[in-house]
């Protein structure tokens, strides 16, 4: 069984209808509700940490409150949910976790501190984690997309408009511009990548932070 968790209703549901998926409403970063609802819905042999969200602001003008919501999202919704989904995997002595990182997790950006450290963070848990399973038939990698044609990157262009006062086709190209490819990279070829590592052929590959971004990052 395929399961969405997310929390815009209208969008899970679009999502499930098209995958036969079933779906719950959760909210990630309520690691009680995040619990809850897997073990209402599993057990699962596959996990896809796939909940995100990035705030951009100057280091000095953001806020203790910036940080903990970023490093809630991208970090603490992972671990929670490796935690709640690796005894059954365990038992079985198979299972697959992975992780979406970002380019960010791997070198940073300007303006981004809190998303940027959160990300290493998710990249650093895959690592130990990893080592840590070696042996057990459970893998765990992260999927490190550079700036993808998402809903995440449409918001980001609206910021930059805002603040510098530029169209957002402007700076949507300018975000294009950190990929050589001199393109954002699409869900399709994130989701390639996703699907790949969740194979019997990748049994090997562990701990590894697979870059989707253009050759931005070597």
């Keep these: 069984m395929l399961a969405l968790l997310g929390r ?41 940490n796939n909940a995100g969200a990035a705030s951009s602001q100057p280091f000095l003008k953001s806020t203790p409150q910036d ?21 059954h995997m365990l038992a079985q002595g198979w299972g697959r976790i992975v992780n979406i990182a970002s380019t960010a ?5 300007a303006y981004t501190a809190s998303y940027s450290a959160a990300k290493h963070g ?4 895959t690592r130990a984690l990893a080592i840590e399973l ?8 992260a999927v490190c997309p550079g700036f993808t044609d998402t809903d995440l990157v449409h918001r980001a262009t609206q910021t930059i408009a805002q603040q510098t006062g530029r169209s957002e086709t402007d700076a949507r190209a ?7 490819q001199g393109r954002l990279v699409t869900p399709e070829e994130v989701a390639e990548a996703v699907a790949f ?13 697979i870059v989707v971004a253009g050759g931005e990052v070597t």
């Design 8 to 48: 815009d209703h209208t969008a899970l549901q679009a999502a499930a209808n098209d995958l036969d998926a079933d779906y719950e409403v959760a909210d990630v970063t309520q690691p009680k509700m995040l619990v809850a609802t897997i073990a209402r819905l599993g057990p699962f042999d596959i996990l896809v």
């Design 67 to 87: 940080w903990a919501a970023m490093i809630s999202v991208n970090l603490t919704s992972t671990f929670t949910a490796c935690h709640a989904v690796l005894p």
């Design 105 to 109: 997790g791997l070198k940073g950006y």
């Design 122 to 125: 998710v990249i650093g848990l």
């Design 134 to 141: 070696a042996r057990t038939g459970v893998t765990v990698n």
């Design 174 to 180: 300018t975000l294009a511009r950190y990929n050589p």
């Design 197 to 209: 590592l969740c194979r019997d052929a990748a049994s090997a590959m562990t701990g590894q932070s």
